[in-house]
């Protein structure tokens, strides 16, 4: 399957400081991207949808001015915890979406960042 | 999207079959049945997906239902590495539209 990849895998930062977190599509043009997060031993939940070039889609509860997502390329999207606090730290994960050959869509995942938020 | 229901866990033995159910008594006539698995500490990997027939590829089969009312995931041989939480999923148009929402997922043991 295509391959997406995150950046950083794991990150460890002071409460109040701001967390970069890259997802990159490898081998196809995610047209759609998203955000999930995921608390231990809970599922994942959806944070955002965002289209390439197009404001992100948040979902109910999630706070856009504090989860900054920029989807500025077809291979490249962003997601910002702005002035992160311990409540934030959680496993984040990415997801693109575009056409593969054949026309056929399918999701990706990333590995996931695992931020702690001290 | 209809909402699935599957076993908060399972356990198996090494080189045996795993059947993983799911049911979806409210798919609508356009939802894929999609599963995904998820390894600790790793993003969701894809397993497979269907719409009315069973399928096959390397990884695993789907056994759909004639009501397309629940589905079955089938792991011919298990082995340790197949230890993870599986999600069963449905989606609209095939995958073109719609998120992939998550529920709980069934937890797989295998034990060796």
């Known amino acids: 399957g295509a391959v997406v990849s995150q950046h950083p895998s794991r990150v460890i930062c002071k409460s109040g400081t701001s967390v970069k977190i890259e997802c990159r599509s490898l081998d196809f043009q995610a047209t759609t991207m998203f955000w999930y997060r995921q608390f231990p031993k809970q599922s994942l939940m959806l944070m955002a949808t965002s289209n390439e070039g197009s404001k992100a889609t948040y979902e109910q509860g999630v706070e856009k001015d504090k989860f900054l997502i920029n989807h500025a390329s077809l291979t490249l999207s962003t997601l910002t915890v702005t002035s992160a606090h311990p409540e934030d730290s959680s496993f984040y994960i990415c997801?693109?979406?575009?056409?593969?050959?054949?026309?056929?869509?399918?999701?990706?995942f990333g590995p996931g960042t695992r931020l702690t938020v001290l | 999207d209809a909402k699935t229901t599957q076993p908060n866990s399972m356990e198996s033995n090494e080189e045996e079959p795993v059947h993983l159910p799911c049911n979806h008594s409210?798919?609508?006539?356009?939802?894929?049945i999609h599963w995904y698995r998820q390894l600790p500490s790793q993003g969701p990997e894809y397993v497979i997906h269907?719409?009315?027939s069973n399928v096959n590829n390397r990884m695993a089969s789907l056994a759909i239902a004639e009501d397309r009312k629940s589905s079955t995931l089938i792991l011919h041989r298990a082995t340790l590495r197949d230890a993870a939480v599986y999600y069963c999923?449905?989606?609209?148009?095939?995958?073109?539209?719609?998120?992939?929402?998550f529920g709980k997922g069934t937890k797989l043991s295998v034990k060796p």
């Open positions: 999923i449905l989606r609209d148009r095939g995958g073109s539209q719609g998120n992939l929402i």
């Open positions: 409210t798919i609508s006539g356009t939802d894929y």
């Open positions: 269907g719409l009315t």
């Open positions: 997801s693109a979406r575009g056409p593969l050959a054949g026309g056929h869509h399918e999701q990706f």
